[in-house]
């Protein structure tokens, strides 16, 4: 079964294989080899994800063939849009986010987006104040804050499209702010169905291909995060 993936260098020093037409099913590695070489361990668990909440994991695992399509080096620009050492991260686009989204592939994207926040929420269940609040060595950022960046992430993802609602109206408590904030982006993605919409902004392109991909990509990568976290 061939898997078609897009490879991203230079995502904060690592290497990121997305495997495309799987949002949410990605791999990381200190560069690019590894992190190709880690994606067939990584559609294994993603299946297994998947199946745990539909009861079937609907990908063939038997003789998993990866296709690297397109790499992409991260660079940084100014506000000029020039590249700098460091700056504003421009991030990939692939060829295959052009793509516009069919119906069937929205669907799949809630029911991908429902899972991941039942899996980041199920994470925090429980846990006291003082436990959302404690910090890490070497963390930026407390289980608060990485809530509430999750939060504000897909605000900013969907504002790169002009779906957002406005900013004052997205709490800064990270509970209240990742129900507001979702409660938009499962209202706007239907819409996005058949929508041929690419737009530049900030010197990067978007699409809601693209909007969708990473938006399942960030809240699965940071509810590992917070496993890690809650592991010390």
């Not at 745990?52 to 000029?80: C, F, Q």
């Not at 737009?199 to 938006?215: F, H, Q, Y």
């Amino acid at each position: 079964m061939n898997y078609r993936v897009g490879l991203e260098n230079n995502v904060e020093g690592r290497s990121l294989a997305w495997v495309l037409g799987h949002p949410g099913c990605f791999a990381y590695g200190a560069d690019g080899e590894e992190a190709i070489f880690a994606t067939a361990e990584a559609l294994a668990e993603y299946a297994g994800w998947i199946e745990s909440h539909a009861g079937e994991s609907r990908l063939e695992l038997e003789g998993i063939n990866i296709v690297l399509e397109e790499t992409w080096e991260v660079y940084d620009i100014d506000e000029n849009y020039n590249r700098v050492a460091q700056g504003y991260s421009v991030n990939a686009w692939f060829l295959d986010d052009w793509k516009p989204l069919t119906e069937e592939e929205v669907d799949w994207g809630l029911k991908l987006l429902a899972w991941s926040r039942l899996d980041l929420l199920g994470g925090v269940r429980g846990l006291s104040a003082e436990k959302l609040q404690a910090t890490y060595p070497g963390e930026r950022w407390s289980i608060n804050g990485v809530l509430g960046h999750v939060g504000g992430a897909e605000w900013w993802y969907m504002e790169r499209l002009g779906l957002a609602p406005p900013r004052q109206a997205v709490p800064d408590e990270p509970f209240e702010r990742l129900e507001i904030v979702r409660e938009r982006l499962e209202e706007a993605l239907p819409s996005l169905a058949g929508s041929k919409q690419v737009v530049g902004v900030d010197g990067e392109l978007w699409s809601p291909r693209k909007m969708l991909r990473r938006a399942v990509w960030h809240e699965r990568d940071h509810t590992s995060h917070i496993h890690q976290l809650l592991a010390w």
